[in-house]
């Protein structure tokens, strides 16, 4: 098996790594296929945009508002090796992402945007608040991610979104929760 073999979106996260100016310059002259997958705009995006100084919080939600994967990644592995000079509250970068993943249904996002976690403790309040907005705005799926680990929320928080998935007519999710909690 050669690197052309390989599906294009792999090549696309191998080249998201790369330096812009290899890619217009080195990669783009390679072949055809390299010229055209070098100029694709998912890999230059989240690059341009912060090297042009953009809000970074409006950057990531529009990342995670489109499901762009690849600037994601680049975005996200940007972030963690340089939170420390820039001058943004991560937990409310993540959180902002995380909220935009849950808005558009996406647990691909939001698994991502879990898996890198956020930096500070979140306070169980916090937790209540998102379970909430996941029943109110999520499905199924979603909540089933974000119930993973019960002992994030307090009673309190549980009962208030078993109510809220009642409120909503969200009668699957409101049974899901229901079941979770006789378990416990």
């Known amino acids: 098996m050669s690197f052309d073999?390989?599906?294009?979106?792999?090549?696309?996260?191998?080249?998201?790594?790369?330096?812009?100016?290899?890619?217009?310059?080195?990669c783009s002259l390679v072949c055809w296929k390299w010229h055209n997958l070098s100029s694709d705009k998912s890999l230059i995006k989240a690059r341009t945009r912060i090297q042009n100084g953009d809000d970074l919080i409006t950057i990531?939600?529009?990342?995670?508002?489109?499901?762009?994967?690849?600037?994601?990644?680049?975005?996200?592995?940007?972030?963690?090796k340089?939170?420390?000079?820039?001058?943004?509250?991560?937990?409310?970068?993540?959180?902002?992402?995380?909220?935009?993943?849950?808005?558009?249904?996406?647990?691909?996002?939001?698994?991502?945007?879990?898996?890198?976690?956020i930096p500070h403790p979140i306070s169980r309040s916090y937790c209540d608040h998102f379970l909430c907005y996941v029943v109110r705005h999520g499905d199924l799926p979603l909540v089933k991610f974000s119930t993973a680990n019960y002992q994030s929320y307090t009673n309190h928080g549980f009962n208030h979104a078993i109510l809220t998935a009642r409120d909503n007519q969200n009668l699957d999710i409101a049974e899901y929760l229901e079941t979770l909690k006789c378990d416990s």
């Not at 073999?5 to 080195?26: A, G, M, Q």
């Not at 508002?65 to 680049?74: A, H």
Request: hydrophobic residues 35%; glycine residues 6%; negative net charge.
């Open 82 to 117: 340089s939170y420390h000079m820039l001058n943004v509250k991560i937990e409310r970068l993540w959180r902002s992402g995380w909220l935009k993943g849950v808005q558009n249904k996406d647990l691909r996002i939001v698994k991502r945007i879990d898996g890198y976690g």
């Open 5 to 26: 073999d390989l599906p294009d979106e792999i090549i696309l996260r191998i080249f998201s790594f790369l330096p812009e100016k290899d890619l217009c310059i080195n």
């Open 60 to 80: 990531f939600e529009d990342i995670c508002y489109n499901s762009d994967y690849l600037s994601f990644d680049y975005f996200t592995d940007y972030i963690s």
